[in-house]
């Protein structure tokens, strides 16, 4: 089998690119200055979200991202607080230390929805042509494109960052995340979580692994 030119594979690699997900997400943050500047050792992360995927993909997410770039360790809640249950006091406390926590983020959405883009009909036409002689042949191919409406998704988030020590909030955050037409709630969700992550070193809050 011949290998496909180096410019086949490129053009090919270009003409995917707009069809992955690309997601813009924005974060305002500020720690709460009354208790100092301190880091955390063991953060306890919940998902604030009904749907139990999205709370999964926010735990899992902002430990991973957590584990990988700070010192700090990262604990999903879907551990020690069942989903099926709401979050008491009580409940919240015996989870604490059960995984010795000194730390508990609590990542949720403030608002979610989708922008309609309509994207208007074009068409492409392409062909070919030989000459044989006094004789001339050829052939065409029209496309047609667009014609329809994509959905671009949206959510608003707030991270919030309780000191178990003093019972208090240590760093507050709104983040926002908007997709392009490919993109999932499961994406603004990543890029959000991300997001916070990167501020919360950025704040002193948690220390940098580098």
């Given amino acids: 089998m011949t290998p496909a030119p180096r410019s086949s594979v490129l053009a090919l690699a270009l ?11 924005t974060i305002n943050s500020v720690p709460n200055l009354r208790l100092g500047y301190q ?21 899992n997410k902002t430990c991973t991202e957590m584990n990988a770039k700070t010192t700090s360790d990262c604990v999903p809640s879907a551990g020690v607080l069942f ?8 409940s919240l406390r015996e989870a604490v230390e059960t995984v010795g ?4 983020l609590v990542v949720g959405a403030t608002g979610t929805g989708s922008t309609q883009l309509w994207v208007p009909q074009t068409t ?18 029209t496309r047609t494109y667009g014609g329809y409406n994509v959905a671009k998704p949206w959510a608003g988030f707030e991270v919030v960052l309780y000191s178990v020590a003093r019972d ?3 760093w507050y955050a709104n983040a926002s995340a908007g997709g392009n037409a490919f993109s999932s709630w499961n994406d603004l969700i990543d890029a959000a979580s991300d997001k ?15």
Wanted: charged content about 15%; aromatic content about 4%.
């Fill in 83 to 90: 989903p099926g249950e709401p979050v008491n006091a009580q």
């Fill in 15 to 25: 003409a995917l690119l707009p069809l992955a997900a690309c997601v813009n997400t």
């Fill in 39 to 59: 880091s955390y050792s063991r953060v306890l992360v919940i998902g604030n979200f009904s749907n139990l995927a999205y709370r999964q993909a926010a735990e």
């Fill in 168 to 170: 208090q909030q240590a």
């Fill in 101 to 104: 926590a000194d730390a508990v």
């Fill in 124 to 141: 492409r036409t392409t062909g070919s042509a030989s000459v044989f002689g006094n004789t001339v042949t050829g052939q065409a191919t």
């Fill in 196 to 210: 916070s992550v990167a501020r919360l070193v950025e704040d002193g809050i948690l220390r940098s692994r580098e």
